[in-house]
């Protein structure tokens, strides 16, 4: 069955440290993949995504991330984090270039001063 | 460009009673999606338009909920009668065309129902 995984459901970072989130997905061929976030009394806005081509994605507020086929990942990284940054954070697999998203449990990340 | 609207933005509605909610997708997209979050739990896809039809509903949870696009362009989501479990973050996404992957899916801000 097709899955996303977010490991982490809470992440405390300090001001200025390097970020991580992990997602692990299961699907059957490369999907189209998603990062999200959710500011508090905010909607979903897209930080990056991934279809093809270099692996390593630059996106939106600073935030990059990097598919690895073999691990089956799409794991996000900042490396310096802006109290901003503070909300939770989805990743999300799509099958086709159209059609429904499958969203992992999400990530809260809390960034202390 | 104007985003994807969602009204209301709250929605406190005692359990039995009808809630209809409204998605206003950016103008020219012909894909329509709704999801669902109930608290603590992941965000759910429900169903997906193109234009007014219905390509997949396989994420409506019962027949007390029914999606209708009238005409191609905004799309309402009614839940009748809501029960206490449908409260939850309802939210609506747009896409154009075949590729809308490519150029991500743009969300809404999402409706608040909450069912007393």
């Known amino acids: 069955a097709q899955s996303v995984t977010q490991p982490d459901i809470h992440i405390t970072v300090s001001e200025g440290a390097s970020l991580e989130l992990r997602c692990n997905y299961s699907?059957?061929?490369?999907?189209?993949l998603f990062w999200y976030v959710q500011s508090p009394g905010q909607g979903l806005q897209l930080l990056l995504k991934?279809?093809?081509?270099?692996?390593l994605v630059q996106g939106i507020k600073g935030f990059e991330a990097e598919f690895k086929r073999s691990q089956s990942s799409f794991n996000l990284r900042k490396p310096s984090v802006h109290w901003s940054d503070a909300a939770e954070y989805f990743c999300a697999v799509g099958a086709y270039s159209w059609g429904k998203l499958q969203f992992g449990a999400g990530t809260q990340v809390v960034v202390t001063p | 460009e104007a985003g994807v609207t969602q009204f209301p933005s709250h929605s406190v509605i005692e359990k039995g009673q009808t809630v209809t909610l409204r998605c206003d997708p950016i103008s020219g997209h012909d894909n329509l999606y709704w999801y669902r979050r109930v608290m603590g739990k992941e965000i759910k896809f429900l169903l997906h338009?193109?234009?007014?039809?219905?390509?997949?509903e396989s994420g409506m949870p019962n027949n007390r909920f029914l999606a209708e696009r009238t005409g191609g362009t905004y799309s309402t989501l009614k839940v009748q009668p809501a029960e206490l479990e449908d409260s939850g973050v309802y939210f609506c996404?747009?896409?154009?065309?075949?590729?809308?992957?490519?150029?991500?899916?743009?969300f809404g801000s999402g409706t608040r129902l909450t069912v007393v």
């Open positions: 991934y279809f093809s081509g270099d692996t």
């Open positions: 699907y059957g061929a490369t999907p189209y």
């Open positions: 996404a747009s896409s154009q065309g075949n590729t809308g992957a490519l150029d991500g899916y743009t």
């Open positions: 338009f193109v234009k007014e039809s219905k390509q997949d």
